[in-house]
């Protein structure tokens, strides 16, 4: 379908982004260089241009930095909760007052649309900080007894699809009950995480409460294995999600993981076709679909699947993939070669187990990673793209009769993350939502976040809850 | 004091509502705290711990999906039989944990006050853990909580009763069923509250009690890819370890062992909150116009 009208360029204005060539690892307040030196490069996936170099993190900086949040933990944890709070609430303010700059640093960093940044991961992490804030002088009526106690350092490994978004979701709730952190950010996506340090330094927060290490796998492996760290929590793939239940095995750590997911978006034959669309589009688009609670699998009812994929279609042909600075983008880049080869390969062993391969007619720039949005159809449950986490822009279209066929199908994998369903009958959906083993349902929407609403997996989905009343008790000796 | 021979009981297992013996055939002597012969109980084998996972399974869709207030009653109806049975308990204890009968009685006691304890938190602990999250947004966001499924549960080795219901019973409040390993010493009070379950309305499958080597028993059961949670209460150090990391490969819940001084002191939430998952729902709520339609 030939646009009717096109598209000028919009691009958001890179220039109210100051990127250093080179960043040190931050801890106990300083910017230093890794122990050995080493360096590595961090890229923007939409043009693979060198946007910085960081420092790679060695077992001895870790150890360095645990160092540094164990000492601050003692002055950190007595200080009066209203005193926390007011460090938390000078942090939100500062993250508002920066968001534009953190949103263009985002997009170049992550290769996700401005139009996500600015609108979604911006505003959500300036509100988990606000939120949070007002709960470290609160703690004695969270339900978790009179004046629970923090843990001690907090050991947190986080993933590259809303970098910023998840250490906001890590770093707020340990801080605000009296924790201090080493946080190690992606290796692909360091640079929001460096800009957070200078945060803390114009809030003016006490040395050592927060650090952070730039490096790949091996420095976080090692974070986790600590002795000194009290609490673990990780945001990634269940495959390290298992690796790291095994390494806290024994120990005394209190751990919290958010991991993979294959979420059924159930859509019903009397849900309305147009806004069930715009909702699956969320669902699998949002972010390139590198979302552990995209929605991967359409479950649609028989009946209405023709109506139901014929404006899908229609409306996937209207997505605009390309440079994630402008305005009007909805698809980026994918995250990294890594990932794109990934993608690429599960999507190819879609096609070779017999799925029905379709995508709009898009054009993918030169340089960088891109993937076009992809649909599969003539999906069994026994499909590898039914199965796996794709983690990327691909959906697969699965078919049911029953809503007992749906919600068998719906729960036949073992993630349980999260789910849809799309009825216009009130009762489906909470009959549906009852049976559906994932920790959150959206119905009649999708991808909705909030700091106020806990959000975590069932099953292999991992354990623990963030956000919320829910989400202080990761970070509480209770 | 007549000369009559008493009749002794064949301890067995208890699984899905049924009393089998060990599949394997084999028994292991149980004795008093002297050391005395007390009886024969079935040294389950790593099929009898499956054999209960796939009762424990078929039990779940029931047991989570009756009412909360239904699930209270039949708790407190385990309280009934079981102080109708009191003596007997305190006999059990008494020689299984080498006490004095008052001693024995206080923690039969006490068990059968934990049941009723537990059977009153069916219909209060949603209340007390879920809840409405005020989201910044036009959205109906309701939190619950959700039984995790089916827990293996290794009950306390020293106190034989008190422990064991003070583990079996939060697990199953809230919808969870259950594989309980007894007390490998003294398993014998477990198996006859075998016999209390299945006379008290409970489900057949929704506790399953299984006795002999707890290490033999829970491997299997840590193991297992249909098993959602374990409670570790029964197992040393080095066993809890190694159980701990057969539990990672489908990230059960883990509930690591614990202190317990005495467990006749008041416990908290955290045995049912342990094994519960927060499902967060979310709906648009639209807004009433001058037309009166929502969405």
């Known amino acids: 379908m030939a646009p009717v009208f096109d598209y000028a360029p919009a691009p958001e204005s890179r220039s109210i982004v100051d990127i250093a060539s080179s960043y040190g690892l931050f801890i106990d307040g300083e910017f230093t260089e890794a122990a050995d030196g080493k360096v590595f490069k961090t890229v923007s996936p939409s043009t693979e241009e060198v946007l910085a170099e960081v420092a790679e993190a060695t077992e001895e900086d870790v150890d360095r930095a645990v160092k540094a949040a164990r000492k601050a933990f003692e002055k950190w944890s007595a200080l009066p909760g209203s005193e926390r709070a007011k460090y938390l609430f000078r942090i939100a303010r500062i993250i508002q007052e920066r968001s534009r700059e953190l949103a263009v640093l985002e997009t170049l960093d992550n290769g996700k649309p401005i139009k996500e940044t600015r609108d979604a991961d911006l505003p959500l992490v300036a509100a988990h900080f606000f939120y949070y804030a007002g709960w470290a002088d609160k703690l004695d009526h969270a339900g978790y007894g009179a004046n629970p106690k923090p843990l001690g350092v907090a050991g947190q490994v986080i993933p590259w699809n809303f970098p910023l978004l998840m250490l906001a979701w890590k770093i707020a709730p340990a801080l605000a009950t009296g924790n201090t952190v080493v946080l190690k950010p992606a290796e692909t996506t360091p640079l929001s995480a460096l800009f957070f340090a200078d945060i803390c330094r114009q809030a003016g927060l006490p040395k050592g409460v927060v650090n952070i290490l730039t490096g790949d796998g091996r420095a976080g492996a090692a974070l986790i294995a600590h002795p000194d760290v009290n609490k673990v929590a990780f945001t990634g793939s269940t495959a390290v999600g298992k690796e790291i239940a095994r390494t806290v095995a024994g120990t005394r750590k209190k751990v919290t993981l958010e991991l993979g997911g294959k979420g059924a978006n159930i859509v019903f034959d009397d849900a309305p076709i147009d806004q069930a669309v715009e909702g699956i589009v969320n669902g699998i688009f949002f972010n390139q679909g590198q979302v552990c609670c995209a929605g991967s699998r359409l479950l649609v009812q028989e009946s209405v699947q023709d109506e139901l994929l014929d404006s899908l279609k229609r409306r996937l042909s209207t997505l605009r993939l390309g440079d994630p600075l402008d305005k009007n983008t909805d698809i980026g880049a994918i995250n990294s070669a890594e990932q794109l080869a990934r993608i690429t390969k599960l999507a190819d062993l879609g096609e070779a187990e017999g799925a029905e391969r379709w995508s709009p007619a898009c054009e993918l720039p030169e340089n960088g990673y891109w993937f076009a949005p992809t649909l599969f159809t003539n999906v069994t449950q026994a499909h590898t793209v039914a199965r796996d986490e794709i983690f990327g822009p691909v959906l697969s279209v699965l078919t049911f009769r029953t809503p007992d066929e749906a919600v068998a199908k719906a729960n036949n994998t073992p993630y349980g993350l999260s789910a849809g369903i799309w009825t216009e009958k009130g009762s489906r959906i909470l009959a549906v939502a009852n049976k559906l083993r994932a920790g959150v349902i959206w119905s009649n929407t999708f991808n909705k976040f909030d700091p106020t609403s806990p959000f975590g997996g069932y099953k292999e989905s991992g354990f623990g809850r963030e956000g919320g009343r829910h989400g202080l008790e990761a970070y509480l000796d209770v | 004091m007549s000369d009559r021979l008493n009749v002794l009981k064949t301890y067995k297992l208890y699984v899905g509502g049924k009393f089998p013996r060990s599949e394997s055939g084999r028994v292991y002597e149980v004795t008093d705290a002297k050391g005395k012969w007390l009886a024969n109980a079935p040294l389950s084998s790593r099929k009898d711990a499956r054999d209960a996972v796939v009762a424990a399974r078929k039990a779940f869709g029931g047991w989570s999906g009756a009412t909360a207030y239904n699930r209270g009653q039949i708790l407190y109806r385990v309280a009934e039989m079981l102080e109708g049975r009191r003596d007997q308990y305190v006999r059990e204890v008494a020689e299984a944990e080498g006490l004095s009968k008052s001693k024995a009685a206080e923690q039969v006691d006490a068990a059968i006050d934990r049941w009723v304890w537990y059977a009153g938190w069916t219909d209060k602990i949603a209340q007390v853990v879920g809840g409405g999250n005020p989201v910044a947004g036009p959205f109906f966001n309701l939190s619950s909580p959700e039984p995790t499924g089916v827990v293996a549960v290794l009950a306390p080795q020293e106190s034989s009763f008190l422990g064991l219901v003070s583990v079996v019973a939060p697990v199953i409040a809230t919808g969870n069923t259950a594989v309980v390993v007894a007390s490998e010493k003294s398993p014998l009070p477990a198996l006859s509250l075998g016999e209390v379950l299945a006379t008290s309305d409970l489900p ?76 967060t729902v979310w709906h648009p709520t639209g807004s009433l116009g001058a037309s009166g339609s929502a969405y």
């Open chain 2, 204 to 279: 057949g499958g929704v506790v399953n009690i299984l006795s002999g080597r707890t290490a033999e028993i829970a491997a299997p059961l840590a193991a297992h890819q249909d098993v959602n949670a374990i409670d570790l209460a029964g197992a040393d150090e080095v066993l809890a370890k190694e159980l701990e990391i057969a539990a990672a490969d489908n990230l059960k819940r883990v509930l690591r062992p614990q202190p317990v001084d005495n467990w006749t002191a008041t416990p908290g939430t955290d045995r049912m909150t342990a094994f519960l998952e927060t499902k």
